[in-house]
């Protein structure tokens, strides 16, 4: 028989009912009460907790203690496992008591997953985790590579840094999953290149990163450089008539001139028009 937790309407006892009755008699005052009514009361009074204790935890992260935070986004998830802006608080705090002798990146990712996840694919909050992984990432690479740099002289330094940026990896692999920003894609792809060995799932980030250029790539179909592909046959017009004054010009005998611009101006539309079509 599965069991509700609940609270008499009448004493406040704490009570863990069956839902497959309509009435029980409380057991610390003895008066008969709705099992609905009470397993009701002790949700409603679940909800004011968790309101009161987020509030408490966005003042502790607002105020950098994350450790204080962190114990109020604890109370919410051991009554409300699903709660996603306490998975978030939690990741974005614990992440911020890591030190490189204590990396909680993993942790961080982990959590950040569940603040996803229970977030019913909430579109600007999967963004807001993309950057926020991002920009926890990127702190912990340089901030390694600037150890590793500081201290290159000592055995096992090389091999540190880049086992800090396979975690680094992880984080920026769940960023581009989730938001598949050109600068996610393009600082993964850096780091993958050269700490990849360290990764064990960098042959899957591969192809994920190869996937999200391919998608990202279709600027070049729409632009040739900076220049918009509907400008382009209004500057195929332009190179033919500045070419065609250039015919003029040595047609009137001035020879020289008259080559330089065909030549400036045929052959730059030439390239633009090689360029549009690669």
């Known amino acids: 028989m599965e069991l509700k937790a609940g609270k008499c309407p009448n004493c406040g006892g704490e009570l863990h009912l069956p839902e497959n009755k309509n009435s029980v008699t409380c057991m610390y005052c003895d008066t008969v009460i709705s099992v609905r009514e009470a397993i009701d009361k002790k949700s409603h009074s679940l909800s004011g907790s968790i309101e009161t204790w987020l509030v408490l935890a966005r003042t502790a992260k607002n105020g950098g ?19 996603s802006e306490a998975w978030y608080g939690k990741a974005v705090c614990i992440y911020s008591t890591s030190t ?48 590793a740099f500081q201290y290159m002289s000592v ?47 960098s042959a899957e980030l591969k192809i994920l990163l190869e996937s999200k250029k391919n998608k990202l790539s279709p600027d070049s179909d729409t632009h040739v450089g900076a220049l918009p592909r509907e400008y382009l046959p209004f500057l195929y ?15 009137k005998g001035e020879v020289v001139m008259g080559f330089i611009t065909i030549l ?7 390239l633009v028009y090689n360029k549009s079509n690669k």
């Open 65 to 83: 203690d994350n450790l204080e935070a962190i114990k109020y986004f604890n109370k919410i998830l051991e009554v409300d496992s699903t709660n």
């Open 100 to 147: 490189l002798l204590s990396i909680k990146i993993n942790e961080a990712v982990s959590y950040m997953r569940n603040a996803v996840k229970y977030s019913n694919n909430d579109i600007a909050l999967r963004k807001k985790a993309a950057f926020e992984l991002y920009s926890m990432a990127m702190t912990l690479y340089n901030t390694s590579w600037n150890h």
């Open 155 to 201: 055995d096992g330094t090389g091999a540190e840094h880049g086992q800090r940026s396979s975690y680094c990896l992880e984080a920026l692999k769940f960023a581009i999953e989730l938001d598949d920003k050109k600068e996610y894609v393009d600082e993964a792809s850096k780091i993958l290149k050269a700490y990849g060995r360290f990764y064990s799932n």
């Open 237 to 251: 017009i332009l190179f033919i008539l500045f070419s065609l004054g250039g015919l003029w010009e040595v047609y």
């Open 264 to 270: 400036f101006f045929g052959g730059g539309g030439l």
